[in-house]
């Protein structure tokens, strides 16, 4: 699917506030809003919008603690390396399957140290686990 200049303008104000109305949004890029909700159901059928969502404040939520982990596993037991990882519960906010030096990031919120301090304690007992390092995240900038 060719995007052209609308259809990017639509995506970049989306991704500054996916709860943007489409007539606000027809209203600043000068299209009808009969225009804006015909391109949306495109970029959605199309797959280019998977899906509409929010970011959180981990912070305020109590998990002040952010960390990337770069994790590296033995090949021959990636998948079930992998499939542990995900049953850490609720404090691997995200998992990437990464080319490069490790194979996943991961993202982990935390409530203090302590608690981020156990998640790798238990991460680093699971089979096929190599290595891994984490990053703690002091700002998120963008």
């Known amino acids: 699917m060719i995007l052209d200049e609308l259809d ?11 709860r943007i109305s489409v007539r606000r949004l027809a209203m600043d890029l000068g299209v009808a809003p009969s225009t804006i909700s015909t391109r949306l159901r495109r970029l959605i059928r199309e797959g280019i919008i998977k899906k509409f969502t929010v970011i959180l404040d981990e912070s305020a ?10 994790v590296i596993v033995n090949p021959r037991y990636a998948y079930n ?6 049953e ?3 404090f691997v906010r995200s998992i990437y399957s990464v080319a490069g030096r490790y194979n996943f990031i991961l993202e982990i919120a935390a409530r203090d140290v302590r608690d981020l301090r ?12 190599v290595s891994y390092e984490t990053f703690i995240v002091m700002e998120r900038v963008k």
């Open 8 to 18: 990017k303008a639509i995506i970049e104000r989306l991704r500054e506030n996916a």
């Open 61 to 70: 939520l109590g998990y002040p603690v952010m960390a990337l982990v770069g």
């Open 81 to 86: 390396a992998l499939e542990s990882i995900k």
């Open 88 to 90: 850490l519960g609720d």
């Open 118 to 129: 156990n998640v790798l304690s238990k991460m680093g007992k699971i089979e096929g686990i």
